[in-house]
C-alpha cells in the first residue's frame, strides 16, 4: 500500500521556469492538499480539492495553479518560478468525515535559483 | 481564524523520562485535533486523531488529551526513546467543520541516550 506518493523527490529550478509536482494516493481519499513548509513558517495551505471536480485556494495560492486530474491525481503548477517559492512542498489526503486522519507524502524539494 | 501554537519549540530530555507536549488553539469550536510526527527529511506521520467529543486518545506509549473549554492539548510520552526523537506537531481544521487543518509549528524533541 503506498499511501501518498509525490514525485519528483528534489527539483532545481531557475527564477521563470515552469513545472508541475504530481501527487497521487491510493486510499480512495475524497479530499487532497498541497501545504508547503518554510523554516519558521511552519505548514501552510496552498491549494486543496474537498473533492473531485473542486479545488479552492489556501492561505497562500498566489503564483501556483492546481489541477484534480481525477480521484487519485492532484497536481500543483508553478508557472513562473521565482526565489520565494524555494521551499519543500507536501500533499496530502484525507477521507470523508472527522474521523479521517491526514496522510502524508514524503514532499518535493525545490530550490529555485 | 483558528491559530495554533506549541511551546516549547525544542525539547531535549535523557532517555526513559516522561514528557509532555503542549499544544493551544484559539477557536474551541473544533470537530477534531490531531497530532502527527515528522522525521527529518520525511513528510507528517498521523499518530492520534480525537474527536471533539473526546477527552483522550492513547497509542501505545503516547496518550493525547483534549480540554476545549481552555483551549489546549498535551501529548504525553511515557518512558522516552531515542528513537523518538523528532518533531511533533498538532492541527485543527481551520474553521468549524471538516475543513483544512492549520498546524502549529511543531516541538522538536530529543532524546539523549
Known amino acids: 500500500n503506498a499511501g501518498v506518493t509525490q514525485t519528483p523527490k528534489f527539483q532545481v529550478l531557475k527564477t521563470g521556469q515552469s513545472m508541475t509536482l504530481q501527487c497521487a494516493q491510493d486510499?480512495?481519499?475524497?479530499?487532497m492538499y498541497w501545504y508547503r513548509q518554510d523554516p519558521g513558517m511552519g505548514l501552510r495551505l496552498i491549494y486543496y480539492?474537498?473533492?473531485?471536480?473542486?479545488?479552492d485556494k489556501g492561505e497562500v495560492p498566489n503564483g501556483y495553479n492546481v489541477s484534480r486530474l481525477n480521484k487519485r491525481e492532484f497536481s500543483l503548477r508553478l508557472e513562473s518560478a521565482a526565489p520565494s517559492q524555494t521551499s519543500v512542498y507536501f500533499c496530502?489526503?484525507?477521507?470523508?468525515?472527522?474521523?479521517?486522519?491526514?496522510?502524508f507524502g514524503n514532499g518535493t524539494r525545490l530550490t529555485v535559483t | 481564524k483558528q491559530e495554533v501554537t506549541q511551546i516549547p519549540a525544542a525539547l531535549s530530555v535523557p532517555e526513559g523520562e516522561n514528557l509532555v507536549l503542549n499544544c493551544s488553539f484559539t477557536?474551541?469550536?473544533?470537530?477534531?485535533l490531531q497530532w502527527f510526527r515528522q522525521d527529518p527529511g520525511k513528510g507528517l506521520t498521523s499518530l492520534l486523531l480525537?474527536?471533539?467529543?473526546?477527552r483522550e486518545q492513547t497509542s501505545g506509549r503516547l496518550n493525547a488529551s483534549l480540554d476545549k473549554s481552555s483551549g489546549r492539548s498535551t501529548l504525553y510520552i511515557a518512558a522516552s526513546q531515542p528513537g523518538d526523537s523528532a518533531t511533533y506537531l498538532c492541527?485543527?481544521?481551520?474553521?468549524?467543520?471538516?475543513?483544512?487543518?492549520?498546524f502549529g509549528k511543531g516541538t522538536r524533541l530529543s532524546v539523549i541516550a
Open positions: 496530502a489526503s484525507s477521507g470523508a468525515g472527522s474521523r479521517s486522519p491526514l496522510h
Open positions: 486510499m480512495n481519499h475524497n479530499s
Open positions: 480539492s474537498a473533492s473531485e471536480g473542486t479545488t
Open positions: 477557536d474551541s469550536a473544533i470537530y477534531n
Open positions: 480525537i474527536q471533539s467529543s473526546q
Open positions: 492541527a485543527l481544521p481551520r474553521n468549524s467543520g471538516n475543513t483544512p487543518l492549520v
